[in-house]
């Protein structure tokens, strides 16, 4: 079910309207039933994927609640006593748990490309549908198995009231991935929603709709187009297709993000924040702090942290320092988990060899940094730079901007190959007589262009507004009632007439699959 479609606005409607009329303490059954209803919708496959990882993840953090429940009950000295075989099995069910579960986003994601890759095309494939939203509810599943095994959460008795963590429906299509120390009990409270939750949620959702349907929609016409054959196109044509996908991409993203969490506050619940401006950040680090922001902190708290204080990077640590000179033999480790982190964060994008250039390609990028941070503060120093001026962070802003323009050639291009034939013709044959031609020949028109850039920069000047520190929900919130509405209504009046009728697009989510 596509939750630009009208009938994901009539299950929000029918399911609002069941959950003011239960008890509160049953509101969250009628949570559970939306989730079914929409995950079903995309087939009794998809169905399954979900209950594997929800019954699976429910057992292991069950098992590991009640060895720690036996525990409590020790002495001091039998605890310590005990303390290795505690470990070593919650261990164990953790394994078992990420073991499952990546083991099943392997097969439906990778096995396929992999085989292909390895054998030319000759070998066998599974020829599994990716279901929507698989990658985002196991790792935000595997997560809280972790967090029980950690202490920072109790765990679910009840396994239809863990089921809606797993399957919230707004969520399911792409993330964002939150914790279940947030996330459940604001489920479980069942509190009535307000006229200021309506509000709130459907001005969110307008701003969604806004990006997915008047923005991106258009934007991904020639961006297909050009992508599928880049090599036919003049460089110019190829660097404005990758322009218009880095607003394509964006618009995509942080607008499906910005439907989920105003469906959630409709119904009282806030979900966690997945895009904090990200076109302002002054570094590529700090780009992915504000990009994708449930999954940087998923990979901080759950893999970089874990690695970081391993045993192995504590012996690499002592060899740097040891053995390396200056700043690198200092930083090597860390430098090494983010590096690690990166690539990861390539492979979950998908197994085709482009996606694991692209992080590659970040995680050099920001390695690099590091290594070279005090060489480019003596520069800095030596050409009198005033870094708190505004100047300044206009050029860290751009020069973000470009870094993060170049990685989109990876990340989109069919194959590798075909990013670097990308880049080539991009330099060498970069004559802008040609972009508009090929462009409007490929269905893109004047009025199209315009509608795409000037919504653009409307998205950053109210970003820019509230990088200033302006909040412009709470500056709404102030006003009277008619202000408040017309910040709905008008936003319904341009995506009905510039994106349901007007040639804009819905369609599945560029991120509904990964």
Not at 34 to 50: D, H, P, R, T
Not at 303 to 328: C, D, E, M, Q, W
Not at 423 to 440: E, G, H, M, Q
Request: proline content about 3%.
């Amino acid at each position: 079910m596509d939750i630009t479609s009208w009938q994901f606005l009539a299950l929000i409607a029918v399911t609002l309207t069941v959950y003011i009329l239960l008890p509160q303490k049953y509101r969250w059954t009628a949570l559970l039933a939306a989730s079914i209803v929409f995950y079903a919708a995309g087939g009794a496959a998809a169905m399954a994927y979900l209950l594997v990882t929800s019954v699976t993840t429910y057992f292991c953090a069950r098992c590991i609640d009640a060895l720690a429940a036996k525990r409590a009950n020790l002495d001091a000295a039998e605890k310590k006593a005990t303390r290795p075989a505690f470990d070593r099995k919650r261990h164990i069910l953790v394994a078992a748990a990420c073991l499952i579960n990546f083991g099943m986003l392997f097969a439906v994601k990778y096995f396929d490309g992999v085989i292909a890759l390895v054998t030319h095309g000759q070998g066998p494939a599974l020829g599994l549908i990716v279901p929507v939203g698989i990658s985002f509810y196991i790792f935000q599943s595997v997560g809280y198995v972790i967090d029980v095994s950690r202490g920072k959460a109790r765990a679910e008795r009840n396994y239809l009231k863990y089921l809606l963590f797993v399957s919230f429906f707004p969520q399911m299509v792409q993330g964002p991935i939150d914790r279940f120390g947030h996330l459940h009990p604001q489920l479980m409270e069942g509190r009535r929603p307000t006229a200021d939750n309506a509000r709130d949620g459907i001005q969110l959702m307008m701003w969604g709709f806004f990006k997915k349907l008047v923005i991106a929609g258009r934007a991904g016409t020639v961006v297909n187009a050009i992508y599928s054959d880049a090599g036919a196109y003049p460089g110019s044509a190829i660097a404005f297709a990758v322009l218009m996908y880095t607003i394509e991409l964006y618009c995509d993203f942080s607008g499906g993000i910005d439907i989920v969490r105003g469906t959630a506050e409709i119904f009282g619940i806030d979900m966690a924040e997945n895009f904090k401006r990200p076109f302002f950040a002054t570094s590529l680090a700090e780009f992915w702090r504000r990009w994708h922001i449930t999954l940087g902190a998923w990979m901080r708290d759950y893999v970089f942290y874990p690695l970081s204080l391993s045993r192995a990077f504590a012996a690499i640590g002592r060899f740097s320092r040891k053995h390396i000179n200056g700043t690198v033999g200092r930083i090597l480790p860390t430098s090494l988990a983010t590096f690690i982190i990166y690539f990861i964060i390539g492979i979950w994008h998908g197994a085709n060899l482009t996606y694991l250039a692209y992080g590659f390609y970040n995680g050099g990028i920001i390695t690099l940094s590091i290594i070279l941070a005090p060489f480019y503060g003596r520069v800095r120093k030596a050409l009198r730079v005033n870094e708190e001026s505004g100047l300044y962070r206009a050029f860290c802003v751009v020069r973000t901007f470009f870094v993060v323009f170049v990685g989109r050639y990876f990340v989109r291009a069919p194959w590798l190959k075909m990013s670097f034939v990308m880049l080539k013709r991009t330099v060498c044959d970069f004559y802008i007589s040609a972009l508009w031609p090929t462009v409007t020949g490929l269905g893109m028109t004047l009025s199209d262009l315009a509608v795409v850039l000037a919504g653009f920069a409307v998205i950053l000047a109210f970003e820019l507004i509230e990088e200033r520190g302006v909040n412009i929900r709470e500056s709404l919130a102030k006003r009277g009632f008619f202000v408040q509405w017309a910040a709905m209504v008008l936003p319904l009046l341009v995506i009905l007439l510039l994106g349901v009728l007007g040639g804009g697009g819905g369609g599945e989510f560029i991120y509904g699959r990964i």
